[in-house]
């Protein structure tokens, strides 16, 4: 079992821990890296999935539902300000869900708050690449 801590310093290192937790499929301990009003927008701001609770749940369905082949993070750019970080980063992936194979790629983009234990989520979002 992967063993989660909130990153102290370095907010990346927080989106790279819940990246690792749902590629791996062990999404449990994931719950520390998000603040207690996390807010998800979906794709093409579609919906929103809104509290810590809701935001673990929507990573633990998805680690359920999808078997991720590759993850390809790249470009990240970190931006840092007092206690709030904007994190950004290209991404392509492979997984499968259904039985049926799928390739993305786009930009993830966090939004994180310097909690007293560490960097937190407090908003993400996924702008898909078009094609």
Not at 18 to 28: F, K, L, T, Y
Request: contains cysteine; glycine residues 10%; proline residues 3%.
């Amino acid at each position: 079992m992967l063993k989660r801590r909130m990153a102290d310093g370095n907010p990346w290192e927080t989106v790279q821990q819940i990246n690792q937790a749902w590629v791996s499929g062990e999404v449990g301990q994931i719950d520390e890296l998000f603040h207690p009003n996390a807010v998800i927008v979906h794709p093409g701001f579609e919906g929103r999935t809104e509290g810590r609770d809701d935001c673990v749940q929507s990573y633990l369905e998805f680690a359920m539902q999808a078997q991720v082949h590759r993850l390809d993070a790249f470009d990240e750019q970190i931006d840092v300000v007092d206690n709030t970080a904007v994190v950004s980063y290209g991404f392509e992936i492979e997984y499968e869900m259904n039985g049926q194979g799928y390739t993305d790629s786009g930009t993830d983009l966090f939004v994180l708050t310097r909690a007293p234990g560490g960097w937190q989520v407090i908003w993400r979002t996924l702008l898909m690449d078009e094609g």
